[in-house]
Protein backbone atom coordinates (compact mmCIF):
# COMPACT_ATOMS: atom_id res chain seq x y z
CA UNK A 1 0.00 0.00 0.00
CA UNK A 2 1.09 3.38 -1.13
CA UNK A 3 0.29 5.21 1.84
CA UNK A 4 2.13 3.12 4.09
CA UNK A 5 5.66 3.40 2.55
CA UNK A 6 8.53 5.64 3.72
CA UNK A 7 10.01 8.40 2.33
CA UNK A 8 12.51 6.89 0.68
CA UNK A 9 10.62 4.43 -0.47
CA UNK A 10 8.28 6.96 -2.23
CA UNK A 11 11.45 8.69 -3.78
CA UNK A 12 12.10 5.18 -5.08
CA UNK A 13 8.82 5.08 -6.43
CA UNK A 14 8.72 8.50 -7.76
CA UNK A 15 12.22 8.24 -9.49
CA UNK A 16 11.06 4.68 -10.96
CA UNK A 17 7.99 6.22 -12.65
CA UNK A 18 5.44 4.02 -10.65
CA UNK A 19 3.25 6.72 -9.35
CA UNK A 20 3.42 10.95 -9.97
CA UNK A 21 3.45 13.40 -7.00
CA UNK A 22 -0.25 14.36 -8.20
CA UNK A 23 -1.35 10.64 -7.63
CA UNK A 24 0.62 10.45 -4.59
CA UNK A 25 -0.55 14.08 -3.12
CA UNK A 26 -4.03 13.37 -4.24
CA UNK A 27 -4.09 10.00 -2.37
CA UNK A 28 -2.63 11.70 1.07
CA UNK A 29 -5.27 14.49 0.49
CA UNK A 30 -8.30 12.22 0.57
CA UNK A 31 -7.25 10.01 3.12
CA UNK A 32 -6.35 12.75 5.28
CA UNK A 33 -9.84 14.71 4.51
CA UNK A 34 -11.48 15.24 7.61
CA UNK A 35 -9.03 13.03 10.63
CA UNK A 36 -9.16 14.82 13.59
CA UNK A 37 -5.59 14.55 13.42
CA UNK A 38 -5.53 16.99 10.86
CA UNK A 39 -6.33 20.91 11.55
CA UNK A 40 -6.37 22.22 7.79
CA UNK A 41 -5.41 20.74 4.74
CA UNK A 42 -4.42 22.84 1.90
CA UNK A 43 -5.94 20.79 -1.52
CA UNK A 44 -4.85 23.40 -3.94
CA UNK A 45 -1.84 25.02 -3.09
CA UNK A 46 -0.33 20.88 -2.79
CA UNK A 47 -1.68 19.76 -5.88
CA UNK A 48 -0.41 23.01 -7.85
CA UNK A 49 2.96 21.99 -6.02
CA UNK A 50 2.78 18.30 -6.87
CA UNK A 51 2.52 19.29 -10.69
CA UNK A 52 5.56 21.59 -10.51
CA UNK A 53 7.44 18.53 -8.56
CA UNK A 54 6.93 15.98 -11.98
CA UNK A 55 7.26 18.92 -13.85
CA UNK A 56 11.00 19.30 -11.89
CA UNK A 57 11.25 15.84 -11.82
CA UNK A 58 10.84 15.26 -15.59
CA UNK A 59 13.43 18.19 -16.61
CA UNK A 60 16.10 16.99 -14.10
CA UNK A 61 15.96 19.37 -11.84
CA UNK A 62 14.43 17.06 -8.69
CA UNK A 63 15.66 17.65 -5.09
CA UNK A 64 16.33 15.44 -2.57
CA UNK A 65 12.65 15.45 -1.64
CA UNK A 66 10.79 16.40 -4.80
CA UNK A 67 7.23 14.96 -4.90
CA UNK A 68 7.14 13.63 -1.58
CA UNK A 69 3.72 15.00 0.78
CA UNK A 70 4.60 16.62 4.07
CA UNK A 71 2.37 17.39 7.32
CA UNK A 72 3.82 20.66 9.57
CA UNK A 73 3.21 20.88 13.26
CA UNK A 74 0.57 23.42 13.33
CA UNK A 75 3.36 25.39 15.13
CA UNK A 76 4.97 26.63 12.09
CA UNK A 77 4.43 29.63 10.26
CA UNK A 78 3.20 28.90 6.60
CA UNK A 79 2.63 31.60 4.09
CA UNK A 80 -1.28 32.01 3.54
CA UNK A 81 -2.67 29.09 5.95
CA UNK A 82 -4.10 29.72 8.76
CA UNK A 83 -1.60 28.76 11.79
CA UNK A 84 -3.57 28.39 15.26
CA UNK A 85 -0.78 26.82 17.62
CA UNK A 86 -4.03 24.59 18.68
CA UNK A 87 -5.34 27.75 20.21
CA UNK A 88 -8.61 29.70 20.17
CA UNK A 89 -5.71 32.72 20.43
CA UNK A 90 -4.74 32.23 16.86
CA UNK A 91 -7.80 30.62 15.58
CA UNK A 92 -8.16 32.96 12.82
CA UNK A 93 -4.16 33.86 12.52
CA UNK A 94 -2.83 33.96 8.10
CA UNK A 95 0.55 33.93 8.22
CA UNK A 96 2.42 36.39 6.25
CA UNK A 97 5.63 34.53 6.23
CA UNK A 98 7.08 30.54 6.14
CA UNK A 99 8.70 29.44 8.85
CA UNK A 100 12.31 28.79 8.00
CA UNK A 101 12.27 24.81 8.45
CA UNK A 102 8.60 24.93 5.89
CA UNK A 103 10.88 26.44 3.54
CA UNK A 104 13.86 24.86 3.34
CA UNK A 105 11.53 21.24 3.30
CA UNK A 106 9.52 23.42 -0.21
CA UNK A 107 12.97 24.28 -1.63
CA UNK A 108 13.89 20.83 -1.12
CA UNK A 109 10.61 19.27 -3.59
CA UNK A 110 8.38 18.49 -0.31
CA UNK A 111 4.56 19.27 -0.87
CA UNK A 112 2.94 20.53 2.12
CA UNK A 113 -0.23 18.59 2.45
CA UNK A 114 -1.72 20.91 5.74
CA UNK A 115 -1.12 21.32 9.15
CA UNK A 116 -1.49 18.89 12.25
CA UNK A 117 -3.41 19.66 15.21
CA UNK A 118 -1.27 19.64 18.53
CA UNK A 119 -1.54 20.26 22.12
CA UNK A 120 -2.25 24.27 22.65
CA UNK A 121 1.09 26.21 22.34
CA UNK A 122 2.83 22.94 22.71
CA UNK A 123 1.74 22.44 26.63
CA UNK A 124 0.81 19.26 26.72
CA UNK A 125 2.01 15.29 27.40
CA UNK A 126 -1.32 13.73 25.32
CA UNK A 127 -2.98 16.26 22.77
CA UNK A 128 -5.69 16.61 25.21
CA UNK A 129 -5.38 20.45 25.07
CA UNK A 130 -6.18 21.48 21.73
CA UNK A 131 -8.64 23.97 21.36
CA UNK A 132 -9.62 21.77 18.02
CA UNK A 133 -10.54 18.74 20.14
CA UNK A 134 -8.39 16.08 21.65
CA UNK A 135 -6.31 13.75 18.87
CA UNK A 136 -6.71 9.66 18.67
CA UNK A 137 -4.40 7.36 19.00
CA UNK A 138 -4.27 5.38 15.71
CA UNK A 139 -3.67 2.32 17.32
CA UNK A 140 -6.28 2.36 19.55
CA UNK A 141 -8.90 5.17 20.36
CA UNK A 142 -9.48 4.79 23.35
CA UNK A 143 -5.88 6.04 23.62
CA UNK A 144 -3.50 9.34 23.25
CA UNK A 145 -1.18 9.58 21.01
CA UNK A 146 0.70 11.86 22.99
CA UNK A 147 1.96 15.36 23.10
CA UNK A 148 2.27 18.00 21.90
CA UNK A 149 3.22 16.93 18.52
CA UNK A 150 0.45 13.99 18.67
CA UNK A 151 -0.90 14.97 15.78
CA UNK A 152 1.77 14.92 13.80
CA UNK A 153 2.77 11.34 15.43
CA UNK A 154 -0.90 10.12 14.69
CA UNK A 155 -0.43 11.29 11.10
CA UNK A 156 2.38 9.11 10.54
CA UNK A 157 1.17 6.16 11.91
CA UNK A 158 -1.77 6.27 10.15
CA UNK A 159 -0.45 6.37 6.89
CA UNK A 160 -1.72 10.13 6.32
CA UNK A 161 1.36 11.23 4.91
CA UNK A 162 4.69 9.62 4.94
CA UNK A 163 6.74 12.36 7.35
CA UNK A 164 5.95 15.00 9.93
CA UNK A 165 7.67 18.10 11.02
CA UNK A 166 7.16 18.42 14.88
CA UNK A 167 8.87 20.58 18.44
CA UNK A 168 9.87 19.15 21.28
CA UNK A 169 10.53 21.03 24.59
CA UNK A 170 9.98 18.99 27.22
CA UNK A 171 9.81 15.75 24.78
CA UNK A 172 6.93 16.51 22.66
CA UNK A 173 8.91 14.38 19.71
CA UNK A 174 9.80 11.68 21.45
CA UNK A 175 7.11 10.66 23.57
CA UNK A 176 4.39 10.62 20.56
CA UNK A 177 6.47 8.86 18.40
CA UNK A 178 6.75 6.09 21.37
CA UNK A 179 3.14 6.17 21.52
CA UNK A 180 2.39 5.86 18.18
CA UNK A 181 5.32 3.20 17.08
CA UNK A 182 7.05 5.62 14.94
CA UNK A 183 11.03 6.94 14.85
CA UNK A 184 11.10 10.58 16.55
CA UNK A 185 13.86 12.67 16.10
CA UNK A 186 14.87 15.98 18.32
CA UNK A 187 18.14 17.31 17.17
CA UNK A 188 20.46 19.49 19.31
CA UNK A 189 19.64 22.70 20.28
CA UNK A 190 20.74 25.00 17.50
CA UNK A 191 20.42 22.64 14.91
CA UNK A 192 17.31 23.74 13.27
CA UNK A 193 16.38 27.30 12.87
CA UNK A 194 13.50 28.40 15.24
CA UNK A 195 12.48 31.28 12.74
CA UNK A 196 8.80 31.32 12.12
CA UNK A 197 8.23 28.40 15.04
CA UNK A 198 6.02 30.17 17.53
CA UNK A 199 7.89 29.81 20.58
CA UNK A 200 6.74 28.06 24.15
CA UNK A 201 9.99 27.85 25.90
CA UNK A 202 12.83 30.05 23.93
CA UNK A 203 15.81 28.27 25.94
CA UNK A 204 14.20 24.69 25.07
CA UNK A 205 12.16 24.84 21.96
CA UNK A 206 13.56 22.98 19.06
CA UNK A 207 12.03 21.41 15.65
CA UNK A 208 12.60 17.94 14.83
CA UNK A 209 10.99 15.07 12.99
CA UNK A 210 8.35 12.21 13.12
CA UNK A 211 9.07 9.54 10.28
CA UNK A 212 8.51 5.72 9.51
CA UNK A 213 11.99 4.75 10.36
CA UNK A 214 15.77 6.31 11.26
CA UNK A 215 17.02 6.64 7.56
CA UNK A 216 13.54 9.14 6.81
CA UNK A 217 14.27 10.89 9.56
CA UNK A 218 18.21 11.67 8.87
CA UNK A 219 16.88 12.70 4.88
CA UNK A 220 14.67 15.29 6.58
CA UNK A 221 17.11 16.27 9.17
CA UNK A 222 19.59 16.63 6.14
CA UNK A 223 17.37 19.50 4.69
CA UNK A 224 15.94 21.01 7.64
CA UNK A 225 19.21 21.68 9.31
CA UNK A 226 22.03 24.35 8.84
CA UNK A 227 22.60 28.05 10.51
CA UNK A 228 19.82 30.74 9.92
CA UNK A 229 21.07 34.71 10.75
CA UNK A 230 17.19 35.41 11.63
CA UNK A 231 17.41 32.79 14.83
CA UNK A 232 20.37 34.05 17.23
CA UNK A 233 20.00 30.42 18.68
CA UNK A 234 20.86 28.94 15.21
CA UNK A 235 24.13 26.98 15.55
CA UNK A 236 26.84 27.98 12.96
CA UNK A 237 28.35 24.58 11.87
CA UNK A 238 29.69 22.59 9.18
CA UNK A 239 29.34 18.53 10.04
CA UNK A 240 30.67 16.90 6.69
CA UNK A 241 28.28 13.79 7.94
CA UNK A 242 25.10 15.89 7.55
CA UNK A 243 25.58 17.58 4.01
CA UNK A 244 26.79 14.62 2.50
CA UNK A 245 23.73 12.19 4.10
CA UNK A 246 21.39 12.71 0.97
CA UNK A 247 23.43 11.26 -1.15
CA UNK A 248 25.84 8.98 0.64
CA UNK A 249 23.68 7.79 3.52
CA UNK A 250 25.12 7.05 7.49
CA UNK A 251 28.17 5.62 8.29
CA UNK A 252 27.31 2.44 9.78
CA UNK A 253 27.90 2.83 13.80
CA UNK A 254 30.51 0.14 14.80
CA UNK A 255 31.80 -0.98 18.25
CA UNK A 256 30.06 1.71 20.02
CA UNK A 257 29.81 1.85 24.21
CA UNK A 258 26.14 2.60 24.86
CA UNK A 259 25.68 3.82 28.61
CA UNK A 260 22.26 2.14 30.55
CA UNK A 261 22.03 4.98 33.17
CA UNK A 262 20.59 3.63 36.38
CA UNK A 263 18.26 6.43 37.35
CA UNK A 264 16.43 5.32 34.33
CA UNK A 265 15.71 2.29 35.44
CA UNK A 266 15.10 2.30 39.20
CA UNK A 267 11.39 2.01 38.68
CA UNK A 268 11.13 1.02 35.17
CA UNK A 269 9.65 -1.93 34.28
CA UNK A 270 9.50 -3.52 30.60
CA UNK A 271 10.61 -7.00 28.91
CA UNK A 272 11.22 -4.84 25.52
CA UNK A 273 14.49 -3.24 27.06
CA UNK A 274 16.23 -6.64 27.70
CA UNK A 275 15.43 -7.87 24.23
CA UNK A 276 16.84 -4.20 22.15
CA UNK A 277 19.85 -4.77 24.57
CA UNK A 278 20.49 -8.60 22.99
CA UNK A 279 19.63 -7.16 19.32
CA UNK A 280 22.01 -3.81 19.72
CA UNK A 281 24.88 -6.25 21.38
CA UNK A 282 24.67 -8.76 18.33
CA UNK A 283 24.93 -5.71 16.24
CA UNK A 284 28.97 -5.50 17.85
CA UNK A 285 28.01 -3.35 20.45
CA UNK A 286 28.57 -3.50 23.90
CA UNK A 287 26.30 -1.83 27.48
CA UNK A 288 27.85 0.00 30.60
CA UNK A 289 26.04 0.75 33.42
CA UNK A 290 26.47 4.46 34.41
CA UNK A 291 24.60 6.99 37.03
CA UNK A 292 23.48 10.42 35.94
CA UNK A 293 22.95 11.59 39.64
CA UNK A 294 20.41 14.65 38.66
CA UNK A 295 18.25 13.12 36.69
CA UNK A 296 15.44 13.09 39.69
CA UNK A 297 15.25 16.76 39.79
CA UNK A 298 14.45 17.58 35.97
CA UNK A 299 11.06 17.42 35.73
CA UNK A 300 10.46 20.13 38.50
CA UNK A 301 13.53 22.27 37.20
CA UNK A 302 11.85 21.99 33.75
CA UNK A 303 8.48 22.77 34.64
CA UNK A 304 10.07 25.91 36.38
CA UNK A 305 11.92 27.46 33.54
CA UNK A 306 9.97 26.25 30.93
CA UNK A 307 6.65 28.10 32.68
CA UNK A 308 8.54 31.15 33.36
CA UNK A 309 10.00 31.65 29.46
CA UNK A 310 6.05 30.86 28.13
CA UNK A 311 4.96 33.52 30.57
CA UNK A 312 7.37 35.65 29.01
CA UNK A 313 6.62 34.62 25.32
CA UNK A 314 2.65 34.21 25.57
CA UNK A 315 2.70 38.00 27.23
CA UNK A 316 2.75 39.34 23.27
CA UNK A 317 -1.20 37.67 22.84
CA UNK A 318 -3.31 41.14 24.31
CA UNK A 319 -6.01 41.04 22.24
CA UNK A 320 -4.26 44.34 20.85
CA UNK A 321 -2.04 43.33 17.67
CA UNK A 322 -3.15 40.39 16.46
CA UNK A 323 -4.96 37.15 17.73
CA UNK A 324 -8.12 37.02 19.83
CA UNK A 325 -10.49 39.92 20.93
CA UNK A 326 -12.72 40.22 23.44
CA UNK A 327 -15.93 41.76 21.99
CA UNK A 328 -16.95 45.18 23.27
CA UNK A 329 -14.31 45.70 26.06
CA UNK A 330 -15.00 48.61 28.53
CA UNK A 331 -11.48 49.81 28.94
CA UNK A 332 -7.51 48.53 28.14
CA UNK A 333 -7.83 46.58 31.34
CA UNK A 334 -10.69 44.71 30.36
CA UNK A 335 -9.50 44.21 26.55
CA UNK A 336 -6.20 42.17 28.07
CA UNK A 337 -8.14 40.59 30.69
CA UNK A 338 -11.00 38.75 28.82
CA UNK A 339 -8.86 38.24 25.53
CA UNK A 340 -6.77 36.37 27.56
CA UNK A 341 -8.69 34.46 29.50
CA UNK A 342 -11.13 33.50 26.54
CA UNK A 343 -8.03 33.11 24.14
CA UNK A 344 -6.09 30.76 26.63
CA UNK A 345 -6.58 27.09 27.63
CA UNK A 346 -6.33 25.51 31.14
CA UNK A 347 -2.94 24.29 30.90
CA UNK A 348 -1.15 27.10 28.89
CA UNK A 349 -2.88 29.40 31.73
CA UNK A 350 -2.02 27.22 34.62
CA UNK A 351 2.10 27.50 33.09
CA UNK A 352 1.40 30.91 32.60
CA UNK A 353 0.48 31.52 36.28
CA UNK A 354 2.80 29.53 37.80
CA UNK A 355 6.01 30.88 35.55
CA UNK A 356 4.85 34.08 36.55
CA UNK A 357 4.83 33.19 39.90
CA UNK A 358 8.59 31.45 39.77
CA UNK A 359 9.67 34.98 38.13
CA UNK A 360 8.07 37.40 40.54
CA UNK A 361 10.24 39.32 43.23
CA UNK A 362 11.04 37.13 46.28
CA UNK A 363 10.59 33.56 44.54
CA UNK A 364 12.91 34.19 41.19
CA UNK A 365 16.20 33.32 43.29
CA UNK A 366 13.77 30.28 45.54
CA UNK A 367 12.95 29.17 41.97
CA UNK A 368 14.11 30.07 38.60
CA UNK A 369 17.36 30.57 40.03
CA UNK A 370 18.02 27.32 41.98
CA UNK A 371 15.91 25.92 38.48
CA UNK A 372 18.59 26.82 36.27
CA UNK A 373 21.27 25.74 38.35
CA UNK A 374 19.96 21.98 38.35
CA UNK A 375 19.92 22.71 34.40
CA UNK A 376 23.29 23.27 34.73
CA UNK A 377 24.25 20.17 36.69
CA UNK A 378 22.17 18.31 34.58
CA UNK A 379 24.45 18.73 31.77
CA UNK A 380 27.22 18.33 33.79
CA UNK A 381 26.15 15.35 34.06
CA UNK A 382 26.03 14.29 30.27
CA UNK A 383 29.42 15.90 29.57
CA UNK A 384 30.77 13.41 32.24
CA UNK A 385 28.49 10.61 30.68
CA UNK A 386 30.22 11.42 27.11
CA UNK A 387 33.77 10.96 28.62
CA UNK A 388 32.99 7.24 29.17
CA UNK A 389 30.36 6.27 26.49
CA UNK A 390 29.23 7.10 23.23
CA UNK A 391 25.32 6.81 23.83
CA UNK A 392 22.92 6.42 26.28
CA UNK A 393 19.77 4.29 25.78
CA UNK A 394 17.11 4.42 27.82
CA UNK A 395 13.20 3.94 28.08
CA UNK A 396 10.59 6.97 25.91
CA UNK A 397 7.86 7.20 28.39
CA UNK A 398 6.70 4.96 31.30
CA UNK A 399 4.72 2.93 29.57
CA UNK A 400 2.49 2.59 26.37
CA UNK A 401 -0.61 5.28 25.57
CA UNK A 402 -2.31 5.79 28.45
CA UNK A 403 -6.41 6.28 28.43
CA UNK A 404 -7.67 9.54 27.15
CA UNK A 405 -8.93 11.80 30.00
CA UNK A 406 -6.99 9.41 32.87
CA UNK A 407 -4.39 12.16 33.70
CA UNK A 408 -5.99 15.28 32.55
CA UNK A 409 -7.56 15.71 36.55
CA UNK A 410 -3.99 15.03 37.57
CA UNK A 411 -1.22 17.71 36.52
CA UNK A 412 1.71 16.39 38.31
CA UNK A 413 1.02 12.91 37.24
CA UNK A 414 0.33 13.72 33.57
CA UNK A 415 4.04 15.71 33.75
CA UNK A 416 5.61 12.42 34.99
CA UNK A 417 5.50 11.28 31.56
CA UNK A 418 8.00 13.21 30.23
CA UNK A 419 10.57 12.33 33.36
CA UNK A 420 12.78 10.13 30.95
CA UNK A 421 12.80 12.94 27.83
CA UNK A 422 13.04 15.97 29.78
CA UNK A 423 16.73 15.68 31.24
CA UNK A 424 17.77 15.59 27.42
CA UNK A 425 15.66 18.56 26.45
CA UNK A 426 17.00 20.84 29.10
CA UNK A 427 20.79 19.72 28.69
CA UNK A 428 20.14 20.38 24.85
CA UNK A 429 21.48 16.90 23.40
CA UNK A 430 19.85 15.02 20.13
CA UNK A 431 17.78 12.05 20.90
CA UNK A 432 15.73 9.93 19.18
CA UNK A 433 12.95 7.50 19.87
CA UNK A 434 12.58 4.64 17.74
CA UNK A 435 9.93 1.44 17.93
CA UNK A 436 10.83 -1.48 20.18
CA UNK A 437 8.11 -3.56 21.03
CA UNK A 438 4.71 -4.04 21.96
CA UNK A 439 3.23 -4.40 25.40
CA UNK A 440 -0.62 -4.73 25.52
CA UNK A 441 -1.03 -4.46 21.96
CA UNK A 442 0.45 -0.75 22.17
CA UNK A 443 3.66 0.42 20.73
CA UNK A 444 6.66 1.06 22.91
CA UNK A 445 9.70 2.96 22.20
CA UNK A 446 13.32 3.46 23.54
CA UNK A 447 15.34 6.23 23.38
CA UNK A 448 19.37 6.87 22.19
CA UNK A 449 20.76 9.78 23.75
CA UNK A 450 24.20 11.37 21.70
CA UNK A 451 26.40 14.18 22.79
CA UNK A 452 25.90 17.35 21.29
CA UNK A 453 25.52 18.05 17.61
CA UNK A 454 26.27 13.87 16.70
CA UNK A 455 22.77 13.05 15.48
CA UNK A 456 24.72 10.84 13.05
CA UNK A 457 25.36 8.73 15.74
CA UNK A 458 22.00 7.86 16.73
CA UNK A 459 21.17 7.69 13.80
CA UNK A 460 23.40 5.50 12.22
CA UNK A 461 22.38 3.14 15.36
CA UNK A 462 18.73 3.25 14.95
CA UNK A 463 18.92 2.54 11.36
CA UNK A 464 21.26 -0.92 11.97
CA UNK A 465 18.58 -1.71 14.80
CA UNK A 466 15.90 -1.26 12.60
CA UNK A 467 17.86 -3.36 9.90
CA UNK A 468 17.78 -6.53 11.60
CA UNK A 469 13.91 -5.69 13.81
CA UNK A 470 10.58 -5.15 12.14
CA UNK A 471 9.04 -3.05 15.22
CA UNK A 472 9.18 0.25 13.18
CA UNK A 473 7.14 -1.48 9.96
CA UNK A 474 4.11 -2.59 12.45
CA UNK A 475 1.63 -0.33 11.59
CA UNK A 476 -2.06 -0.03 13.58
CA UNK A 477 -5.24 -1.98 11.82
CA UNK A 478 -7.22 1.28 12.41
CA UNK A 479 -6.47 4.50 10.77
CA UNK A 480 -9.61 6.43 10.67
CA UNK A 481 -11.53 9.05 12.39
CA UNK A 482 -12.57 9.06 15.88
CA UNK A 483 -13.73 11.96 17.45
Known amino acids: MISGKSVHELIAGLEKGD ?40 AGRAGPLTGVPIVHKDIFLTKDLITTAGSRMLENFVAPYNATVVSRLEQAGAITLGKANMDEFAMGSSNENSYFGAVTNPWDVNKVPGGSSGGSAAVVAAGLAPAATGTDTGGSIRQPAAFCGITGLKPTYGRISRYGMIAFASSLDQAGTLTKDAKDAGLLLAVMAGFDPRDSTSAERQDTWLTELPERGLAPASSLTIGLPKEYFSDFSGAHIDA ?3 AIE ?19 AYYVIAGAEASTNLSRYDGVRFGHRCESPVDLQDLYKRSRSEGFGAEVKRRILTGTYALSVGYYDAYYLQAQKIRRLLANDFDQAFTKVDVLLTPTTPGPAFSRGELTEDPVAMYQQDKYTVPVSLAGLPALSMPAGIQANLPVGVQLIAPAFREDTILSLAEQFQQVTDWHLKAPAFTGEVS
Open 19 to 58: FSAQELTQLYLDKADSHNAILSLDHEGALHAARQADEDRA
Open 276 to 278: VKK
Open 282 to 300: DLGHSFVEMSLPTTDAAIP
